[in-house]
Nanobody, 114 residues
Framework: QFQVADSGGDLVQPGGSLRLSCTGS????????VAWYRQAPGKEREFVAQVSRQGTNYTESVKGRFTASKVDAGRTAYLQMNNLKPEDTAVYYC?????????WGQGTQVTVSL
C-alpha cells in the first residue's frame, strides 16, 4: 500500500524559513496533485497549497511567502516557507492523490515563535 511521510517541521523565529518535504513509497502521479494542509490547535484542518501539472495555487494568507513544488515523476514534493509568521504555527500535512485513492502524511509540526 502506498505510504507518504512528511518532514522538515521545526521551531523557527518570525521571519525565518523552513522547507517541508513529502516523500512517497513510490512515484507520485504526474496527473493528480500534491497538496499541503495545516491544522492549528483548536482549529479545523485548512488548505495551504497545491502543485499539479496545471500549476500551483495557494490560500491567500501564504501567497508570496510559500512555494509548493514536486519532482516530475518522482517521489518527493516540497513546501518552501519564507517569512514565517506566528499564525503559520500548525501541524502541516501532505496530501497525495493517486488513481488508487488519497493519502495523508502523518504531519510535521511547524512552530513560529521568538
Amino acid at each position: 500500500q502506498f505510504q507518504v511521510a512528511d518532514s522538515g517541521g521545526d521551531l523557527v523565529q518570525p521571519g525565518g524559513s523552513l522547507r517541508l518535504s513529502c516523500t512517497g513509497s513510490k512515484a507520485f502521479s504526474t496527473v493528480y496533485p500534491v497538496a499541503w494542509y495545516r491544522q492549528a490547535p483548536g482549529k479545523e484542518r485548512e488548505f495551504v497549497a497545491q502543485v499539479s501539472r496545471q500549476g500551483t495555487n495557494y490560500t491567500e494568507s501564504v501567497k508570496g511567502r510559500f512555494t509548493a513544488s514536486k519532482v516530475d515523476a518522482g517521489r518527493t514534493a516540497y513546501l518552501q516557507m519564507n517569512n514565517l509568521k506566528p499564525e503559520d504555527t500548525a501541524v502541516y500535512y501532505c496530501n497525495v492523490q493517486l488513481l488508487s485513492g488519497t493519502y495523508w502524511g502523518q504531519g510535521t509540526q511547524v512552530t513560529v515563535s521568538l
